[in-house]
């Protein structure tokens, strides 16, 4: 049984960071790509970050380039996501998935696996 949970979320400040984690278990996690994913009430799920199942190639949606940094730790079948410079706008319940592929997707149906969410709250 393959199971994602993050950890890490919570509320902050404007400009403040945060460090969410997504472990992971049941599935040989380094032939998966790894995906951050976040969603608003009302709105879709939405791209954040990918990276591939090496670990050497990532990629970010444009909102969060530069502030956003997507890692992995294969021997600790965990993703992360460090997050400074944090706005309002981030706000939301991130999710981390795993798709069976080199590099994650913009699109949510590329993923097999998901977590519960985590709520990320950022005050102004």
């Known amino acids: 049984q393959v199971q994602l949970v993050e950890s890490g979320g919570g509320l902050v400040q404007a400009g403040g960071s945060l460090r969410l984690s997504c472990s992971a278990s049941?599935?040989?996690?380094?032939?998966?790509?790894m995906g951050w994913l976040r969603q608003t009430p009302g709105k879709e799920r939405e791209f954040v970050a990918t990276?591939?199942?090496?670990?050497?190639?990532?990629y970010y949606a444009d909102s969060v380039k530069g502030r956003f940094t997507i890692s992995r730790d294969n021997a600790k079948n965990t993703v992360y996501l460090q997050m400074i410079s944090l706005k309002p706008e981030d706000t939301a319940v991130y999710y981390c998935?795993?798709?069976?592929?080199?590099?994650?997707?913009?699109?949510?149906?590329?993923?097999?696996?998901w977590g519960q969410g985590t709520q990320v709250t950022v005050s102004s």
């Open positions: 998935a795993a798709r069976p592929y080199y590099i994650g997707s913009y699109d949510n149906k590329e993923y097999d696996y």
């Open positions: 049941g599935l040989t996690f380094s032939s998966y790509a």
């Open positions: 990276i591939s199942w090496s670990g050497d190639t990532t």
